[in-house]
């Protein structure tokens, strides 16, 4: 079974500290992506960061940085600096059914940042 | 949201009741998908559609109907709306090539009581 897994349903920082939310996932291929999006309670999904498994460097985005260990199957989410505006709904996704770019994503995990 | 217009925002249907789910994109793209988030829990793939006339079954696609007559238009169908169908739907494009991310639609939040 295609499952991505995040084992921390909430999580909380003080602002201007760092936090990593965990995620895990199960595949066969060798080559796919993944993903952390962002669900603010606006509700729209903003994609936050991703990451192509052939390549072992880990991807940045400013504040947002992942550490991805391919033989663990894990892709961890690095908030630096924690901002008020970073409150919100996390989702990790990886990609699936080749070229038709379907995603499965996690159940998410929930932010909080304490002023 | 990268171009994608989802309507209505909201809704509440009765029991029994159809409905279409719009989404539209202005920006020509052939992957266009629906997901559904249940409370609680991540995003789980409807249906998809690779091109205008072809679609396909994503993971959860009972009590669904798609179709994709134009590029620009992903209508969701639900015929015989059920309280198991109440959620938010989230319509999504592909901009790019093979694993480039999906963009979303800001979602409608459908309730059946």
């Known amino acids: 079974a295609q499952t991505v897994t995040q084992s921390q349903p909430e999580m909380s920082v003080q602002e201007a500290e760092t936090v990593t939310l965990s995620c895990t996932y199960d595949t066969s291929e060798s080559d796919y992506y993944l993903f952390w999006y962002k669900q603010p309670p606006s509700r729209q999904m903003i994609l936050v960061i991703r990451?192509?498994?052939?390549?072992?460097q880990n991807a940045t985005e400013n504040r947002f940085s992942v550490n991805f260990q391919k033989a663990a199957k894990s892709f961890s989410l690095k908030i630096s600096d924690s901002q008020l505006g970073d409150a919100a709904m996390y989702f990790c996704?990886?990609?699936?059914?080749?070229?038709?770019?379907?995603?499965?994503f996690g159940k998410g995990t929930k932010l909080s940042v304490k002023p | 949201n990268a171009g994608v217009t989802q309507t209505p925002k909201f809704r509440i249907l009765k029991i029994g009741q159809s409905m279409t789910l719009q989404c539209t994109q202005d920006m020509n793209h052939n992957y266009m998908y629906w997901y559904r988030q249940d409370p609680g829990m991540g995003l789980k793939l409807i249906y998809y559609?690779?091109?205008?006339?072809?679609?396909d079954k994503g993971e959860v696609p009972n009590g669904y109907n798609v179709s994709r007559s134009t590029t620009e238009d992903f209508p969701l169908r639900l015929e015989l709306a059920a309280p198991s169908q109440t959620s938010v739907y989230f319509c999504a494009i592909r901009q790019g090539g093979d694993n480039s991310p999906l963009h979303f639609g800001n979602g409608t939040r459908l309730t059946v009581t």
């Open positions: 996704a990886r990609n699936y059914g080749g070229s038709q770019g379907n995603l499965i």
């Open positions: 559609s690779v091109g205008a006339g072809i679609t």
């Open positions: 990451q192509e498994a052939y390549k072992q």
